[in-house]
């Protein structure tokens, strides 16, 4: 048992609570590590740091080490619009953050293969992912969010001239990339109710979906058509977010609506849908937004919307989970 205890003391120094306490049977000591979460190099590293910690013991001639990861229960969270400019990315790239700040392992994909705007986001421009065994492997964020974005693999500018099939491939790398013990991951749509979200629906269906619309009649019809979508394919809704709300003067503190008030909202209620609330047309949020800083991971009025929605987006996850959906 003092052996025992003394190898295990030896080794928990490198793993932390990640090893389970090691046998030693004639001078070969064998070794479970729990590996969850850690990618190929940090796995190997670790086993090899073990092995040298343990043959360095006088009782130990020969080390056998096994590795073991929990199975994480992933879930998505789709984030669409009927139409595009009405901040869609703005919405979900701070709603990662949101949620990562708020303890959740989220990773946030820009499937938007047409028109990527995660990495500007999330000040990850200039960044590549690498390969991990055939996948790709999330690039970090100082944020607490991994991401992957079309953004990432092609050159500044260019243009994705791309059928349906191809976008469709280019989510699944996206999608199936190693993203380690990441529980949910924020899916970032294209604008419409194309090929993109009808990939996404057939083979990595979502958990639920936030639909994002300013408050004037046309988008507003447009995010009717993506709720339909989403309604056909049996993936629950989430809610709506009326982005845009309303413009208040930094001079003189006057608010005006430039898109209208209250249709986002009524449009729920029509709709038979919740109302996650209303995120303003703010200037702090544009420049925080074009400077890779999204608002929710800084103090400060400017991000008290997306923590009131990403405190929402946790609460009916949590419900569906008990619910068992």
Not at 227 to 235: E, K, S, T, Y
Request: glycine share 10%; hydrophobic share 45%; net charge neutral.
């Amino acid at each position: 048992m003092a052996e025992t205890d003394r190898l295990h003391a030896a080794i928990a120094k490198i793993t932390g609570s990640r090893a389970a306490p090691p046998r030693l049977h004639n001078g070969r000591a064998s070794v479970i590590l729990d590996v969850t979460g850690l990618d190929a190099k940090a796995r190997d590293a670790m086993a090899e740091a073990v092995r040298t910690a343990l043959l360095a013991l006088a009782e130990v001639d020969e080390v056998r080490v096994a590795m073991t990861s929990e199975r994480v229960e992933r879930r998505i969270i789709a984030v669409g619009s009927g139409k595009g400019g009405v901040g869609k990315s703005t919405v979900a790239a701070n709603l990662a953050v949101a949620l990562a700040r708020a303890g959740r392992r989220t990773g946030l994909v820009d499937a938007d293969v047409y028109g990527p705007s995660v990495p500007r986001l999330m000040g990850a421009e200039g960044t590549r992912p690498e390969a991990e065994d055939q996948k790709l492997r999330p690039v970090a964020t100082r944020f607490g969010v991994p991401i992957l974005s079309m953004g990432q693999l092609v050159k500044p500018g260019q243009a994705l001239a791309w059928r349906g099939p191809m976008a469709g491939k280019a989510l699944g790398q996206l999608l199936d990339a190693a993203w380690g013990d990441t529980e949910i991951l924020v899916v970032d749509l294209p604008p419409g109710t194309g090929d993109v979200q009808l990939s996404m629906i057939s083979s990595w269906k979502p958990a639920g979906a936030v639909i994002v619309s300013t408050p004037q009649d046309l988008a507003l019809i447009d995010a009717a058509r993506a709720v339909d979508l989403f309604r056909q394919a049996n993936v629950p809704i989430i809610g709506l977010v009326e982005n845009m709300a309303g413009y208040r003067c930094p001079h003189c503190g006057t608010v005006s609506d430039p898109f209208g008030a209250g249709g986002a909202q009524a449009a729920a209620t029509a709709m038979s849908l919740d109302f996650l609330g209303r995120i303003p047309l703010e200037i702090a949020i544009r420049q925080a937004s074009d400077a890779g800083t999204p608002p929710a991971a800084e103090a400060g009025f400017a991000g008290d919307p997306f923590r009131s929605l990403a405190g929402q987006v946790a609460a009916w996850l949590d419900r569906s989970r008990r619910a068992g959906v």
